[in-house]
């Protein structure tokens, strides 16, 4: 009775101690590590265990959850190529700055087709930056008159504006002495290239913009609402171009000039004529009197009076339209929709 008691009691101290040995072998220490009998035994997800079981060969829910697949590695993202990058943010500026790149590509056309000979005419396009036009589109209200702020800036411009030609010419120059009654001279024939520049005067000054002399008017055509810009439209008076006043606002290009041809009497220019007459053509003397001719044809020849007044006029209109007029009633919230200039028979003062 006694024994059979003590088998009972160890029993159930064995029953209730914990695991058993078998147990202890399969279940993973934490960090992997040597079981109770000494074996290693790697981490859950690691490998080369010798009791772990490879995958798919059954130790229940747990041992495949265990041993599944690990996390997908994401997707990488395609990049837009920079060429595109480039010809995107390329797009973009020229749009912004059209109207200076329509003037430049213009300007250097007709640079290269000049240069080339080639006489086509192009268009019109006046330089400008985005935000000078920045006021058209937009309604700006403001209790500045219209009139006498444009002309303020119109009394600001200090420069006035050229018109120039250029033209050729040939001239002789002669020199006669005679030497006893031998008769003595020596005469040469020059081709010469001149240029000639018609100013305006663009601001006159105080009294020639007063109210009553009627040389600036601008009126409202429409003020600005409802999102829309207001229109205006401006006349002015200026000054006839002035023409070359004296020979040294005449120039002479010595680059293509040369002398054409040379006469002489028929008394040997070598030992008479030559020795006394031809040390009377120095440089100066002969860029005196191209000079002089020059200006005289400068005031007085129609086919270069006229290009020099014409180029004047068209260089006066653009430089106070564009760089003036039209920036100063843009900032107000208008838009130019007629600009005209008339020339004054009498100049001032």
Not at 75 to 87: I, L, N, Q
Not at 162 to 167: D, I, P, S, V, Y
Not at 213 to 238: D, E, F, I, K, N
């Amino acid at each position: 009775m006694v024994r059979l008691l003590l088998l009972l009691l160890g029993t159930v101290s064995a029953g209730g101690s914990g695991a058993s040995p078998a147990a202890l072998r399969r279940a993973p220490r934490p960090g992997g590590g040597p079981d109770p009998a000494g074996r290693s035994v790697r981490a859950p997800g690691g490998s080369g265990g010798d009791d772990e079981e490879p995958p798919g060969t059954g130790g229940g829910p747990e041992h495949g959850r265990r041993l599944g697949p690990g996390p997908r590695r994401p997707e990488r993202r395609r990049r837009v190529p920079r060429w595109v990058k480039v010809a995107g943010a390329a797009a973009i500026a020229g749009w912004v700055f059209r109207r200076a790149v329509a003037f430049v590509t213009l300007t250097a056309l007709s640079t290269v087709l000049h240069v080339a000979g080639i006489g086509i005419h192009l268009p019109k396009v006046s330089f400008g930056w985005p935000w000078q036009a920045a006021g058209v589109g937009v309604t700006t209200t403001t209790d500045a008159s219209v009139g006498p702020w444009v002309l303020q800036k119109i009394e600001g411009i200090s420069k006035p504006a050229l018109g120039q030609a250029n033209f050729d010419f040939m001239f002789t120059h002669k020199v006669s002495k005679d030497i006893g009654p031998l008769p003595c001279w020596y005469a040469s024939t020059f081709y010469a290239v001149g240029h000639a520049a018609a100013t305006v005067d663009l601001n006159p000054g105080p009294a020639w913009w007063a109210p009553g002399t009627g040389h600036y008017q601008l009126q409202v055509l429409s003020r600005p609402q409802a999102g829309r810009p207001g229109r205006v439209a401006v006349t002015m008076v200026l000054p006839r171009p002035q023409l070359p006043q004296s020979a040294h606002d005449v120039t002479i290009d010595d680059l293509p000039s040369h002398p054409v041809s040379t006469q002489h009497s028929w008394t040997y220019p070598g030992i008479a004529c030559g020795m006394v007459l031809r040390p009377q053509f120095p440089q100066s003397v002969l860029y005196a009197q191209a000079q002089r001719i020059a200006f005289y044809r400068a005031g007085h020849t129609p086919s270069i009076t006229g290009p020099l007044i014409g180029t004047a006029q068209a260089q006066a209109v653009q430089t106070i339209r564009d760089s003036f007029v039209q920036p100063a009633v843009n900032a107000l919230g208008y838009i130019l929709t007629r600009f005209t200039i008339t020339w004054a028979v009498t100049r001032p003062g």
